[in-house]
């Protein structure tokens, strides 16, 4: 903590004598670095990427001591960037397939999950994943989108799906009022 808070006044006072250098406010000084950052990134991209990578190879624990200081410090943020992240590519895929429950048009959101059209899905997701656990689904929609949202799949709200399951692929629904 301490070491940190050396760190960062050694560094503003560096910053801020290259600020006055430089008869810039205090914004326009962090604006122009920033400018120049995303500039040296964007001519040196390939070169900045290549050489993090080579040093995460190097230095393993090194990134993640520094992921997982940033996870802890930023806890909520980091869960709930995670989680609108989820959610946004549960809806990009949800939408894609019309948003509602092919069968009964249930369209709440929580009721809904994605269907292998062919009742593959168990050996879809042992060949992505490794297992046919439960979960994964957000890894499944990643490849979804991935494999540009092919047609085997279809929006199926839980009630349906396991009706379809425990009805030899036919939602009870489709025989009729009983
Ligand atoms: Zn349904
Ligand atoms: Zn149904």
New binding site residues.
């Given amino acids: 903590m301490k070491q940190e808070f050396l760190k960062q006044k050694q560094y503003s006072k560096k910053a801020e004598a290259k600020r006055k250098e430089l008869m810039l406010t205090d914004s326009e000084y962090r604006e122009n670095r920033l400018a120049w950052r995303r500039a040296n990134y964007a001519k040196n991209k390939e070169t900045i990427r290549a050489a993090v990578k080579a040093d995460r190879a190097d230095n393993p624990d090194k990134y993640r001591k520094s992921e997982k200081k940033y996870r802890d410090s930023n806890k909520d943020k980091y869960y709930e960037s995670k989680r609108e992240y989820r959610n946004f590519i549960r809806n990009k895929v949800f939408k894609h397939y019309g948003g509602?429950?092919?069968?009964?048009?249930?369209s709440t959101v929580e009721?809904?999950a994605i269907d292998h059209k062919n009742r593959d899905g168990a050996k879809h997701r042992k060949e992505l994943m490794g297992s046919n656990e439960a979960g994964g689904s957000h890894r499944m929609r990643l490849w979804i989108i991935k494999n540009n949202f092919p047609k085997t799949f279809q929006l199926?709200?839980?009630?349906?799906?396991i009706?379809r399951e425990r009805n030899n692929g036919v939602?009870p629904?489709k025989l009729g009022k009983r």
């Fill in positions: 509602k429950c092919k069968c009964c048009a249930e009721f809904l199926l709200c839980h009630n349906c799906n009706g939602c629904h």
